[in-house]
């Protein structure tokens, strides 16, 4: 009885039910168009962004007083990486475990601590000096020479800083754009720093390393492998006509917003 | 009246029933599929390599192309017998571009050989393979894109010892449509002989798909005029984010930025993203094409670039010639070499879907998928899909522009329409 109330009770709404099972189960339901161009603003035809031939691209503008030979340079760093460097890594990655490559960076970057943070202490960033200094000391001793980062598991995590830096939060602005033969893109402010900080660390020389680094070429190399093997950015990322400009810009623009930090701390 | 509200909720439920998470067109073209939503995936590893066909070098290209003369593909291959599916990449795509890669891992892990080819729009494509080196529109691009395909399988079989059962197309964007008249092509032709061809959110009608795409940049955001004014409204705020947050890893804070300030973004400040990255695709295609024919374009007439010379100026001055400037200035007279009176209304006519309908009404093995608030078509193009695939078309109520397709239903879609033929539920 029950069954056949329900029956005569089912009014239009089951009626309109079933045409949707139907058309769901019978034929394809069409959608309409959203028009989601509909939805915007507009400026006039000849408003757009790029529509005047005054909208210069200004902000990829960088000074680039040396340019073609730094596309020489970026040319055969591009060879270099891909025939040489990639290949490495790649040949690393397959031959050692991820647990000796993890020691290895974890090693290395225990020493760019000393740069951290002198350049910090140099920056009157009180808070990251400590951060390094209490870095060097933890890694060095409960982990085992630098070979493990205990210090990132307490809290205590690596921030780079180097005297690039430094230079910028004394006024001193990123000079000209450099491609560096292996390294990449850099800057005159750039690649001094590099080379402070380097010198900075062989002069401290702690545990004999940075000194041992260089004099013997198995240590350079791995060094080396590291170097490209902690780096994730490769050159072939990219499929452009302008890859040289865009990196340009990339870095350019990067490293401005790296020295936002440091700037604001001056006084 | 019980009953009325368990009716509206099915109703609802209805149409609910999609549940890629992103209503907004513009945002679910340039962010894509959240994690959370997409099919889930397996950690396989890929057994791939890329190949080169050296013996197809472009010897008299520029220097400034000396990486991409070689033409080259990815191939990824199985231990089995397994089909193969060749994927096209979409406009100004690299072979091994984002998309690409996370289709060759969805067909990958489904069994497949997957076979990755660079979009015709390319600038590898545009120097290494294309014979005119003015590329764009499908009827002559398929022909380069066939001839490539051919010669990358014979490669992969003489290299490799693989057993391939079947071969599948498919394409998204522009690569959709190459898809097609590729599938054309080989149903005439036969020399390759595909099994069954999926297309993701094709354009219909090409004139629609650029003015479209162009109109993007009238998008009036307050306050951006020019092109600097929009890189200082998203570099500013960047700015003053690490200013706040005294950022320690400049990367993983980018990303959180980016995330938080592209979700929050007006449509107009998306269209004008999505806008500005197709215009510097379109440049890359201008300057490219000009640099390899030297027909004095854009680069003064004759000019071969050298290594050192810069190519900034040209570049910025190609980002002001928009896609409709491109297929007036370039396209057209490449046609016109062949054909002296083509009219650009005929250009757009014949490298459009349209001109296969024919073909594509009766052949049971090619099928479609499209999202009704794609921004590179129109309800034209929508109502033609409809009528011209009826049930091997799947149209989704949202994804913006190929923003959807590694949603776990479309993932399953694209693999019911592969394995049987017909997407599953239709």
């Avoid at chain 2, 149903?187 to 297309?199: C, N, P, Q, S, Y």
Wanted: aromatic share 12%.
């Amino acid at each position: 009885m029950v069954t056949s109330r329900t029956v005569r009770n089912t009014g239009w709404p089951s009626l309109i039910l079933l045409m949707m099972l139907s058309s769901r189960v019978f034929s394809v339901e069409r959608l309409s168009y959203s028009e989601p161009l509909k939805q915007l603003q507009y400026h006039d035809e000849d408003k757009g962004l790029l529509a005047q031939p005054g909208d210069q691209l200004g902000f990829l503008d960088v000074y680039d007083p040396i340019e073609p030979l730094n596309r020489y340079i970026f040319a055969f760093d591009r060879i270099v990486d891909r025939n040489l460097l990639k290949p490495t890594v790649k040949l690393y990655k397959t031959v050692t475990p991820v647990f000796f490559r993890s020691r290895v960076s974890d090693f290395f970057q225990n020493l760019k601590e000393i740069p951290s943070g002198v350049n910090s202490l140099l920056q009157f960033d009180i808070r990251q000096t400590f951060n390094a200094m209490f870095r060097l000391v933890i890694n060095s001793t409960v982990g085992f020479f630098g070979l493990f980062d205990p210090a990132s598991a307490i809290g205590l995590h690596h921030q780079s800083n180097g005297f690039a830096n430094t230079l910028a939060f004394y006024g001193v602005g990123s000079g000209a754009y450099l491609v560096i033969p292996l390294l990449g893109p850099s800057s005159v402010r750039d690649i001094a720093g590099m080379a402070v900080d380097q010198q900075l660390e062989n002069q401290i020389n702690i545990g004999n390393v940075p000194e041992t680094i260089f004099q013997q070429p198995e240590w350079l190399v791995l060094y080396g492998v590291n170097y490209r093997y902690t780096t994730s950015l490769s050159y072939s990322d990219f499929s452009s006509p302008f890859l040289y400009d865009l990196i340009r810009f990339l870095y350019t623009r990067k490293r401005e917003l790296e020295v936002v930090i440091v700037d604001d701390k001056s006084i | 009246m019980k009953r009325f509200f368990i009716l509206l909720l099915i109703i609802s439920g209805e149409l609910q029933a999609y549940g890629f998470p992103i209503s907004n067109p513009f945002l679910a073209t340039i962010i894509g599929t959240p994690p959370a939503f997409r099919a889930v995936s397996e950690p396989t590893t890929i057994q791939e390599a890329i190949y080169g066909l050296a013996e197809d070098k472009q010897h008299k290209a520029p220097d400034i192309f000396w990486d991409v003369k070689t033409p080259k593909f990815k191939f990824a291959w199985q231990k089995n017998k397994s089909p193969l599916v060749v994927i096209i990449a979409g406009t100004g795509g690299r072979f091994d571009t984002s998309k690409v890669e996370a289709l060759k891992k969805i067909f990958y892990q489904s069994g497949f050989h997957v076979l990755q080819l660079s979009s015709p729009t390319s600038y590898d494509f545009i120097v290494s393979s294309s014979v005119s080196h003015r590329t764009g529109l499908s009827t002559p691009d398929s022909i380069d894109l066939y001839r490539l395909m051919q010669q990358a399988i014979e490669r992969v079989k003489s290299s490799r010892s693989i057993a391939i059962s079947d071969y599948y197309l498919v394409g998204y964007s522009l690569g959709a449509m190459d898809a097609a008249f590729i599938g054309k092509q080989d149903k005439d032709e036969r020399k390759v002989g595909f099994r069954r061809i999926l297309m993701i959110n094709p354009p219909v009608y090409l004139e629609r798909a650029v003015s479209n795409l162009d109109k993007l940049l009238l998008a009036d955001v307050p306050g951006v005029d020019d092109s600097t004014a929009l890189f200082n409204h998203y570099f500013d705020g960047l700015a003053d984010y690490f200013r706040h947050h005294k950022s320690i890893d400049l990367e993983a804070s980018m990303l959180r930025y980016v995330e938080k300030n592209i979700v929050g973004s007006s449509r107009e400040e998306l269209a004008l993203l999505i806008g500005m990255s197709f215009r510097f695709s379109v440049a890359a295609m201008l300057f490219t094409s000009n640099a390899m024919t030297l027909n004095g374009k854009l680069l003064p007439e004759g000019k071969r670039l050298k290594l050192g010379d810069s190519r900034t100026k040209y570049m910025e001055s190609a980002m002001h010639c928009s896609f409709q400037c491109y297929v007036e200035s370039v396209l057209l007279p490449a046609v016109r070499e062949k054909k002296s009176d083509t009219t650009l209304q005929q250009l757009y006519t014949e490298n459009s879907l349209t001109v296969l309908a024919d073909w594509l009404r009766e052949t049971r093995s090619i099928g479609v998928m499209h999202n009704a608030d794609d921004l590179i078509i129109d309800q034209e193009g929508l109502n033609f899909l409809y009528d011209t695939f009826g049930r091997r078309a799947r149209i989704y109520p949202r994804g913006g522009h190929v923003g959807n397709f590694l949603y776990k239903e479309n993932v399953t879609d694209m693999l019911g329409f592969f394995k049987n033929g017909y997407f599953p539920d239709s």
